[in-house]
């Protein structure tokens, strides 16, 4: 069956029949993650509205990433910034430098779920263990991995034990020492500010 995506009152719609799942765009591309057929996408200045008459986006989108250029063709989210598209499958975590002089970094962490890229090309992504979730931080995309730079778990001296993941958000430059980052991670027990110069937290919890 196939599903229509409607921005009502916009002129606008796409097809989900691919299972359209995640989109993140930059100044001239949207990429959208479906649950499998890879990264597809569309140039903005293909996008037009018309509410009288909705326009189809879907015969304007191109394959952009599959498998075996993406670790697997079942994409869970994207993020990124005007360099870097950092995707996140069911068989791995992915990074692509984007344009010119591309290269691909990859790690084969099959339980990332949501990540966040920043401005400088560090990036974040929740994991979820048989017993535990943690966030991984890897401080540069330059060469594959399989161990992070960093990485918080539940159960440690920062995330209690117990809890879910469900999103994470990053902030730049806003921490203590005015260089590092601060993490706001959303869990089922509530939200997390990480401050990553002082390693000291807050928590939101939900009533």
């Known amino acids: 069956m196939t599903k229509r995506v409607n921005i009502e009152g916009m002129g606008a719609y796409a097809n989900d029949d691919l299972g359209y799942v995640t989109v993140w765009s930059n100044e001239s591309k949207v990429f959208v993650g479906s649950t499998s057929s890879g990264v597809k996408y569309l140039n903005k200045s293909d996008i037009t509205y018309d509410i009288d008459n909705p326009i189809n ?62 401005s400088t090309g560090k990036f974040y992504y929740t994991v979820s263990g048989s017993n535990e979730w943690s966030v991984h931080r890897v401080n540069t995309c330059l060469f594959d991995w399989s161990i992070p730079d960093a990485e918080y778990k539940t159960g440690g001296s920062i995330l209690a034990s117990g809890i879910k993941l469900n999103d994470i958000f990053v902030t730049e430059n806003t921490s203590s020492d005015g260089i590092s980052n601060t993490l706001f991670i959303a869990t089922s027990s509530g939200v997390y500010m990480i401050d990553e110069g002082s390693n000291k937290y807050n928590i939101y919890y939900k009533e």
Not at 85 to 109: H, P, W
């Open 57 to 118: 986006l879907t015969c304007f989108m191109r394959d952009y990433l599959n498998y075996p250029d993406i670790s697997s063709n079942n994409i869970r989210y994207l993020h990124g910034n005007d360099e870097l598209l950092l995707c996140i499958t069911d068989s791995g975590v992915d990074v692509y430098k984007l344009g010119m002089q591309a290269y691909r970094s990859t790690s084969s962490e099959s339980n990332a779920y949501k990540g966040f890229m920043t």
